[in-house]
């Protein structure tokens, strides 16, 4: 599949791949080897409900942090 830059630097990405991704609006952009990397990004609530969420996702619990300043703390 090839996509054409637009004069103003503005690609178009084909329907075909953003059906794979249906909730994804925003990405990080890398330049790896030669290729341009889209990496779907997903931002979170601000607030502690978001950072509660974020930390389920990441599989963080109340322990983890615990034990993470504890460590800090012995530096």
Known sequence: MRIK???KNRITIPKEIL?????VSFFEVAWKRGA???KPVEF???G?????????????CE????DAVRWARAK
């Not at 059906?19 to 909730?23: C, F, T, V």
């Not at 502690?48 to 963080?60: C, H, N, S, T, Y």
Request: aromatic share 4%; no cysteine.
């Open 19 to 23: 059906d794979k991704m249906p909730d």
């Open 48 to 60: 502690l409900e978001g950072v509660r969420a974020k930390a389920k996702k990441l599989g963080i």
């Open 36 to 38: 341009i990397v889209l």
């Open 5 to 7: 830059k637009t004069s």
């Open 63 to 66: 322990r983890s942090v615990a």
């Open 44 to 46: 979170y609530p601000a």
